[in-house]
């Protein structure tokens, strides 16, 4: 099996995100306790290029609330 799979749709609910995160149990569980999930946008394309784009001031930090759904747990991945 594959990552769990990441969703984001926009106010209009249009898909603007929608593939899979290799994150860990932790990250999962974190975001269904908290029900928020911060997006960081900018001109980067890895964590070495993250500290100088927000050094110059050229981040985008956004938060939305998040709604999760078993299915996760349904597919067996014990998330």
Do not use: C, N, Q
Not at 18 to 47: C, H, I, M, N, Q
Not at 48 to 64: E, I, K, N, S, V
């Amino acid at each position: 099996m594959g990552a769990p799979g990441l969703t984001v749709r926009g106010p209009d609910g249009r898909v603007w995100f929608d593939r899979p995160v290799t994150a860990g149990r932790e990250w999962w569980r974190a975001l269904r306790t908290r029900k928020v999930l911060v997006l960081v946008s900018g001109p980067f394309t890895g964590v070495p290029d993250l500290r100088p784009a927000a050094a110059a001031g050229r981040l985008f930090l956004l938060t939305t609330p998040v709604h999760t759904t078993d299915s996760l747990r349904d597919a067996g991945r014990g998330i």
